[in-house]
């Protein structure tokens, strides 16, 4: 939910022609995501943890398991970041970045 809420603040910032706000936000965000991506594979146990404490009634019941959830965090972390990076880069050019 955290993350709907941050890219409500990137487009209401984008809508008011803020856009050095746009892509700092995208920025921070993409750097947040890669940064879990990499606690994640680092350190399984902080992940599941997290993971349990956000979705008790889910159980993951073996390492098997646990890997398949870290890999999908990771392709899914992979896939936004490439999408956060194309939205920087407009978002950049707006604001005379780039």
């Known amino acids: 939910m955290l993350s709907l809420g941050i890219l409500s603040c990137t487009f209401i910032a984008y809508w008011f022609g803020h856009y050095e706000a746009a892509f700092w936000i995208t920025v921070l965000c993409m ?17 599941l943890e997290r993971r349990m404490a956000a979705l008790p009634d889910e159980g993951i019941t073996s390492a098997i398991d646990l890997r398949d959830q870290i890999r999908h965090f990771v392709i899914t972390k992979v896939a936004i970041t490439a999408v956060g990076t194309v939205a920087a880069w407009y978002f950049g050019r707006l604001a005379g970045y780039f």
């Open 31 to 47: 750097a947040n995501g890669a940064l879990a991506a990499l606690a994640a594979l680092a350190n399984p146990n902080w992940y």
